[in-house]
């Protein structure tokens, strides 16, 4: 072959069942992941919502407080979610199942 011929494309070969289970495990981890990013950054606003705001704004806390009592709650709901969605996630490429995400955590998620 001279520098001139360009060379032959070799045909693209489908992805073994083996190597499709074990990207798709990964792309739920990389999920799973992201549910405690968000749980962590609702848990940061939780702390800084009930416990910094009050003081440095210098004003009653009851409100702030229950203010980061419902991100608390978001951050708890976000892991339970997360948790759900990986463990069903986990079940379903294993069986080779189709999986669906149900309305009622889209629902829960949503508003945030």
Known sequence: MTDLEEPE????????AIDVKQR?????????????RTALGATVGALGVGRIAPEALD???WPYVVLGLGYAAIAIGL??????R???MAKAVDEQLPIHLPIQIVAMVLPT
């Open 9 to 16: 494309e070799q045909p693209k070969r489908a992805p073994q």
């Open 59 to 61: 004003v009653k806390a």
């Open 86 to 88: 990986q463990r069903n």
């Open 79 to 84: 892991l339970a979610a997360g948790y759900w």
């Open 24 to 36: 798709t495990h990964m792309a739920a981890e990389r999920t799973w992941l992201a549910w405690w």
